[in-house]
């Protein structure tokens, strides 16, 4: 039996910094977003903030990557399809 050997960067999932695209684009705008605000206006509280939204949620995005690597994509889906699939059982489901 042939096998087709296939890189891993072909099958793996595309990861920033350890984390999706989406939530790791989000979490770093916020992040350089708030530090460079409290540059400007000389606010040390924005810093603070800055620093802590590129630290804890960097690392929480990377958490939730090493969970499911497609974690945001799915419950985006999830949430459109709520309404036709709801998480509880129903009363007229058969078993």
């Known amino acids: 039996m042939n096998t087709i050997r296939l890189n891993q960067a072909l099958v793996r999932p595309l990861l920033i910094a350890g984390g999706e695209r989406v939530p790791t684009g989000i979490v770093v705008g916020t992040g350089f977003g708030l530090l460079a605000f409290g540059w400007q206006a000389t606010?040390?509280?924005?810093?603070v903030f800055g620093l802590l939204c590129l630290t804890v949620g960097l690392s929480l995005t990377r958490y939730m990557a090493r969970i499911d690597p497609q974690l945001v994509e799915v419950y985006r889906r999830y949430i459109g399809y709520r309404a036709y699939y709801p998480a509880r059982p129903s009363v007229f489901g058969g078993r």
Do not use: A, F, P, Q
């Not at 606010?43 to 810093?47: A, M, V």
């Open 43 to 47: 606010s040390l509280l924005c810093g």
